[in-house]
């Protein structure tokens, strides 16, 4: 992968990244402490978290291993707003996780800090809105069923919108995809593209990965659009990426997995009792990689994550945070091409991402000047816009 390209950092008052830190992390750390009813000693290292984010310096305690394993340790002692933006987020997650006890040994090990707000996404009218969509959905050909929960991946707890079979095309102005490889896509998803790396032609059949992103709402479109690819024979075999613990506020462990399938279920749905029993019979299997929660661009992937996605025939990388990873979080012109950031890759890969941060790859000149000057940079941390992208 290049890196001519600057380290996002958080050291400029009037970024997206600054007011992340200075902001966005006060506000959770606030709501973590109204969500749950956590005692004295627990609530006291959340102040100090905060105060040490806003004014102090990173502290790495020694006896965490995470700094170690990642290369974290060298942040200690520095502002939290001189790091990279993916170090100061990644960082300040681990630090909250110590805080709130999740690490132990104590009561509160393995307690997930979000998981109210997990839980409370999948128990919503919009949420019921979008599985009662599934019905009407059903009865459409198959491509436009597939299409519709590509779409509905992509754009997670906004996922009624791929739901409604409409139409993404348009200018850079009225169309939320400033990026489409949805045609080159498809028939990768379906097979009826000729595969150059033909690693579905062995007894174990074609191979997906997908990296999850967010729990609750969005990760029901990923297990929904999963289940539409092993049932119509697609895939022979799934791989779901997830976190080995809490990372960022909503990201898929294998708890909320299984809170979503339960939904599923619980919804009577077709596809929740099919995921429960591809589960069980092992056509999807479930991943919690330690890298998953690492401070780093897949660029730095160990020897046996990069083996997982060489075994793939296509792996679709979903949300902002492993977009961000995926390219390298930096300030690369927006024309830079995404097969160039991504060649490193060990495999054909996509990325369904919504724009949540400064990072973006692979528009047109013509798509990047007209949505700098009709928006500024909004158009970038916003989330209205969002890019299919493929590298094959």
């Known amino acids: 992968m290049p890196d001519t390209a600057p380290v996002i950092d958080c050291a400029d008052p009037a970024s997206f990244p600054h007011s992340v830190l200075a902001e966005r992390h006060p506000a959770l750390v606030r709501k973590v402490q109204d969500a749950t009813p956590y005692g004295p000693e627990q609530r006291r290292a959340l102040d100090a978290l905060l105060h040490e984010t806003l004014h102090g310096t990173v502290e790495a305690p020694a006896d965490d291993a995470w700094w170690d394993t990642w290369n974290a340790r060298r942040y200690a002692g520095r502002s939290w707003f001189s790091l990279p933006f993916l170090a100061a987020e990644s960082c300040f997650y681990r630090q909250l996780l110590r805080a709130v006890g999740y690490f132990g040994p104590g009561p509160w090990q393995g307690v997930d800090p979000f998981r109210p ?8 009218p919009e949420a019921a809105a979008e599985l009662a969509a599934l019905g009407p ?17 992509l754009w997670g707890n906004r996922a009624d919108l791929g739901f409604r079979l409409q139409s993404t095309e348009g200018t850079a102005v009225d169309s939320p995809l400033v990026v489409d490889d949805s045609d ?11 595969d150059p790396h033909a690693r579905g032609t062995g007894p174990a059949g074609r191979t997906l990965c997908l990296v999850a992103d967010n729990a609750g709402r969005e990760l029901i479109p990923d297990l929904l659009l999963v289940d539409h690819l092993l049932t119509h024979g697609h895939f022979d075999r799934a791989l779901l990426h997830l976190k080995p613990y809490p990372y960022f506020v909503s990201d898929a462990t294998t708890a909320d997995t299984l809170d979503a399938v339960r939904h599923l279920v619980a919804a009577k749905t077709d596809a929740g009792h099919r995921l429960h029993s591809a589960l069980s019979e092992g056509r999807l299997t479930l991943r919690a990689h330690p890298f998953s929660c690492a401070p780093l661009p897949y660029a730095d992937m160990p020897a046996d994550l990069r083996a997982d996605f060489a075994s793939a025939d296509l792996t679709l990388m979903k949300g902002d945070l492993n977009y961000r990873r995926l390219v390298g979080d930096r300030l690369w012109h927006p024309t830079t091409p995404f097969t160039e950031v991504t060649s490193y890759f060990p495999g054909p890969v996509a990325a369904l991402r919504t724009l949540k941060s400064d990072v973006v790859t692979g528009l047109t000149p013509e798509t990047e000047t007209t949505l700098t000057t009709t928006e500024g940079r909004r158009w970038r941390t916003s989330g209205t816009r969002a890019v299919i992208q493929l590298r094959t």
Do not use: I, N, R, V
């Not at 707000?117 to 919503?124: H, I, P, Q, S, V």
């Open 117 to 124: 707000f997990k839980l409370a996404e999948l128990d919503t």
């Open 137 to 153: 959905l059903s009865e459409q050909p198959l491509p436009d069923q597939l299409s519709a929960l590509l779409h509905g991946s």
């Open 184 to 194: 080159a896509l498809l028939p990768l998803l379906t097979g009826t593209a000729p």
